[in-house]
């Protein structure tokens, strides 16, 4: 089991190291979709929270860290 998560970690490290890119442009596609959503009327809590906002910045920045690391 803990051979198979090793395993997983590393295919996904191997992935990553190749699209850098990958995950801070998945942080500003949500922060667009935030946009495109919040233009859109009666969508109720999850255009007036900026959910995808928020979610998108942290996406980004944790994208940005992974990236510099690998």
């Given amino acids: 089991m803990l051979q198979r ?4 970690v590393d ?3 191997e992935y ?8 801070p442009s998945l942080g500003v596609l949500l922060v667009v979709l935030n946009f495109v ?3 859109i009327p ?4 999850i255009a007036s929270s900026d959910l995808f906002l928020h979610l998108g910045v942290i996406t980004a920045i944790i994208g940005f860290m992974l ?3 690998l």
């Fill in 5 to 8: 998560i090793n395993q997983s």
């Fill in 11 to 13: 295919h996904l490290s």
């Fill in 16 to 23: 990553l190291a190749q699209r850098k890119g990958l995950i």
């Fill in 37 to 39: 959503l919040g233009l």
């Fill in 42 to 45: 009666g969508l109720g809590w």
């Fill in 67 to 69: 990236a510099w690391a």
